[in-house]
C-alpha cells in the first residue's frame, strides 16, 4: 500500500480511503470484515458524510457501534466526515456545522474528528461563520483539520480569505470515464471540443499548486451515479478490453487497473473506495502502487473516449 505524506498536514496514511456510504445493510459483523479487510492491506483513511445512510448519522452509527476502537486502534486510523448536506439543501452555518459535528462525534463513538470536510458549496454561505465554527471545534479539540469536497478554487479562495486553517483536502469525483478534471487540461483551447470546455476552472493545476490533496471519489462510475464502466462492453468496449489486457498483464484483477489509472497521477490522489465488499478492497489495493506506463496511462484515457490532440 502506498503511503502519503499528505501537503499542509502532519499525517502520513494509504493512497487509499475507504468509504462507509453504504454500509447501512450490512450486519455489525460484515461491517467488521470490511473494515479488517481495510486495515489488513494497509488502508488507515476511512471517510463517512453526515448524510449518509438515509436519515442523519446513521451510518457514522452503524460504523462507531459496529467498530468500537479502542483508544489506541482510534490513534492509528484517520476518521473522516462531512457536513453541509442537509434534505433540499445546503447549509455552512455555523449553528449547523456545530451541531453536526457533535452529532457525528457522538454516532463515530470518538472524542474527535480527524478531518471535517464541507460536503458541497453552500450559495449562500457566509464564510466569517465557517471560520468561527472551524476556530471553536479546533480550540475544543472536537476536530483536528479542515477541508472541502466539490468545490472550485473560487470558492476555496473565499473561504481561505476568512478561514484562519489550512484547508488541504478536497474531495472530488474521478473515474477514468469521468475525467473532466484532468481531459480539459490535456485539450485545452480547441475550438469546439466539448472536452476543452474547463468545468472546475483549472482545480488540479490550482490543488497541485496550493498543496491540496484531492480525493477522487466514485472511482468506478461511468459519469454521476449511472453504473460502473468495469465490464460494460456494451458502453465501454475498448476500455474493458485495454483494462483485461493490462489486468493480465500485471496479474491483477480490473479493479486494480481502475484505481492505478488514478494513483499513477503525479498529483498524488487519494482513491475514496466505496466498495462494501472486502475481497473488492483486497483487488482496489493491488492498484495503490501498481506502476502504469505513460503509454498505458494513455491508452485507458483514449478508450475511455478522450481524445489526445
Known sequence: MKKLSLPQT???????????????ELSDEEIRALFAAAREVGIDF??????YGGKPHYCEQRFGDAIRLSPSEREEVVIQTKTGIRPGYFDFSKEHILESVDASLAALRTDYLDVLLLHRPDALVEPEEVAAA????????????FGVSNHTPGQIELLKKYVRQPLPFNQVQLSITHAPLIAAGVASNMQGLDQSISRD???LDYSRLNDMTLQAWSPFQKQFFNGVFLGDREEYPELNDAIDELAAKYEVTPTAIAVAWITRHPADFQVVLGTTKPERVREAAAGSDLPLTREE?????????????
Do not use: C, Q
Open 134 to 145: 472551524f476556530d471553536e471545534l479546533e480550540s475544543a479539540g472536537k476536530v483536528r483539520r
Open 201 to 203: 476552472n483549472g482545480l
Open 46 to 51: 476511512f471517510d463517512h458524510a453526515d448524510v
Open 10 to 24: 502532519d499525517l502520513t496514511v494509504s493512497n487509499l480511503i475507504l468509504g462507509l456510504m453504504r454500509i447501512t
Open 297 to 309: 496511462w494513455y491508452r485507458l484515457f483514449t478508450a475511455a473516449g478522450y481524445l489526445v490532440p
